[in-house]
C-alpha cells in the first residue's frame, strides 16, 4: 500500500511539474506578443527596448543561484512554488508600467522570477525522476514550450482585440488559477542538502566549458526568437501585430511537439545524430526565416527552426549532467548558466546590431551558430545514459 501511494504521489508530482513548466512557458510566450507595443508605448528605441531585455536577463542571471542556494536549504518545492506567484504578476506589472525607468524595474523582477522559477521546476523535474526511475526531462521541456506556443498564439489576437493591458490582465487570471490547483502536488527532494565549499569550485576540464558553449549557441536563436520574430515581421515583413506573434507560437509549438518525442528519437539514433541533424534543421530554419520575402514564410522557417533546437538543449544538458570526471551538479551549474545567458543576454546585443542592420541580417548570421553546433555534436556522447545515474564521479 506504500509503495502504490509513494508512485500515486509521484504520478501527481510528474503532472504537477509539468504544469509549472507550461506556466512558466505560457508567460514567457505571452511576452513575446507585447514587445513591440512596448516599443511604441514608451516611446524608445530599440536599443533601449534591447537594453530593457538585457535588464531582464540580468534579472534571470542573478535570480538563479539565489534559487540554487534556497533549494540547498529547502528543497525545489517551496522554491518553485514561491517563484511562481512572482511570475503569475510579472507580465502585468511590465504592462503596468508607464515610464521607461519603472519598465526597467518591473523587467528585473521578471527576468528574476522566470529564471529563479525555471530553475527550481528543472531541479524538482529531477527530483520526479528519481521516484518514478524514468526520465521526464525532455516532456518537460515540451510543456513548456506548449505554454510558449499557447501565450504566444493567443497573445496577439488579444491584444489586437482588446489591448496590450486586458490581455496581461487575461494572463495574470489564467496563470493564477493554475498555479493554485496544480502546484500543490509538486513532490518534495528527498532530503535537501545544503552545499559544500568544494561545491562552488568551477571544473578544471575544458570539454565541460566546450559543452556550455554548444548549449550556448543552441540557446541564442531560441532566445533571438522569443524578443525579436514578432518585431521582425511586423517591420521588415510588413506583418499586422496577430500574424507577428504566430513566429514565437509557430517555433514554440512545433517545439514541444518534438521535445514529447524527444527521448525516443534519441534513444533510437544516438544522442550524437540527433544533435547533428537537429543543429542542420535549426540552421536551415534560421537561414530561411531571415531569407523570407513573406510574413508566413518566416512564420513557416521558424517552425522549422523549432524542429530543430526542440531536443539540442536538453541533449547538452544531458551531456553535462553526465560528463566523466565532473561533478554533475558542478557540470549542469555550468553549462546551464552559459546556456541561458544565450536566451537571456546575447538578445539584447541582438537588438543592437538590428537597429543598425535590421533582423534579416542576424537571423541569417544566427544559423551560423547552428551549424558550429553540429559540427560539435560528438561532444554529446555522454548524454546517453540511464535515467537514474549511480553514483557522481569526484571532480
Known amino acids: 500500500m506504500d509503495v502504490m501511494n509513494a508512485t500515486a504521489t509521484a504520478n501527481r508530482g510528474r503532472w504537477a511539474v ?44 542573478t535570480a538563479m543561484p539565489i534559487s540554487g542556494y534556497l533549494m540547498s536549504r529547502r528543497g525545489s518545492r517551496p522554491v518553485v512554488i514561491g517563484f511562481a ?29 522566470i529564471g529563479a522559477m525555471d530553475v527550481a521546476m528543472n531541479a524538482n523535474a529531477v527530483a520526479v525522476e528519481k521516484k518514478l526511475s524514468r526520465a521526464i526531462m525532455s516532456s518537460s521541456h515540451g510543456f513548456w514550450s506548449l505554454g ?12 489586437q482585440n482588446f489591448g496590450y493591458l486586458a490581455h496581461a490582465g487575461f494572463v495574470t487570471v489564467a ?5 493554485a490547483i496544480a502546484l500543490r502536488h509538486l ?4 532530503k535537501p542538502i545544503a552545499h ?27 532566445g533571438a526568437v522569443l524578443d525579436w520574430a514578432a518585431l ?21 509549438g512545433i517545439m514541444a511537439l518534438m521535445r514529447f518525442l524527444g527521448d525516443g528519437v534519441r534513444n533510437r539514433f544516438g544522442a550524437v545524430n540527433t544533435l547533428r541533424v537537429s543543429a542542420l534543421l535549426a540552421a536551415g530554419g534560421m537561414l530561411a526565416a531571415g531569407l523570407a520575402p513573406s ?36 557540470g549542469m551549474s555550468v553549462v546551464t548558466t552559459m546556456g541561458y545567458s544565450g536566451i537571456l543576454v546575447a538578445p539584447s546585443a541582438i537588438g543592437f546590431v538590428a537597429g543598425h542592420t535590421g533582423f534579416a541580417p542576424v537571423f541569417v548570421t544566427l544559423s551560423g551558430l547552428l551549424v558550429v553546433v553540429s559540427l560539435m555534436a560528438g561532444l554529446a556522447r555522454h548524454a546517453d545514459f540511464r535515467a537514474v545515474p549511480q553514483a557522481a564521479p569526484a571532480e
Open 18 to 61: 509539468a504544469s509549472a513548466f507550461f506556466i512558466n512557458g505560457f508567460v514567457t510566450g505571452s511576452w513575446a506578443p507585447q514587445i513591440p507595443l512596448l516599443l511604441t508605448r514608451l516611446g524608445i528605441s530599440e536599443f533601449v527596448l534591447g537594453l530593457l531585455i538585457l535588464v531582464f536577463g540580468l534579472g534571470a542571471l
Open 85 to 113: 506567484w512572482i511570475v503569475v504578476f510579472a507580465l502585468l506589472l511590465v504592462a503596468l508600467a508607464p515610464n521607461v525607468w519603472l519598465a526597467a524595474i518591473t523587467m528585473f523582477i521578471f527576468g528574476g522570477s
Open 175 to 179: 496563470a493564477t488559477v493554475m498555479t
Open 295 to 330: 510574413p508566413w514564410v518566416a512564420i513557416a522557417a521558424f517552425a522549422m527552426c523549432g524542429l530543430g533546437v526542440a531536443n539540442m538543449v536538453p541533449i547538452a544538458f544531458s551531456a553535462a549532467g553526465n560528463q566523466p570526471g565532473v561533478v554533475p551538479n558542478i
Open 187 to 190: 513532490v518534495g527532494d528527498d
Open 232 to 252: 521582425y515581421l511586423k517591420q521588415e515583413l510588413g506583418a499586422d501585430i496577430a500574424t507577428a506573434g504566430f513566429a514565437f507560437a509557430a517555433f514554440s
Open 148 to 159: 510558449g506556443f499557447a501565450g504566444g498564439a493567443l497573445g496577439g489576437i488579444l491584444i
Open 196 to 222: 559544500e565549499n568544494r561545491h562552488f569550485r568551477l571544473p578544471r576540464l575544458p570539454t565541460i566549458y566546450l559543452v556550455g558553449i554548444m548549449a550556448l549557441f543552441s540557446m541564442v536563436p531560441e
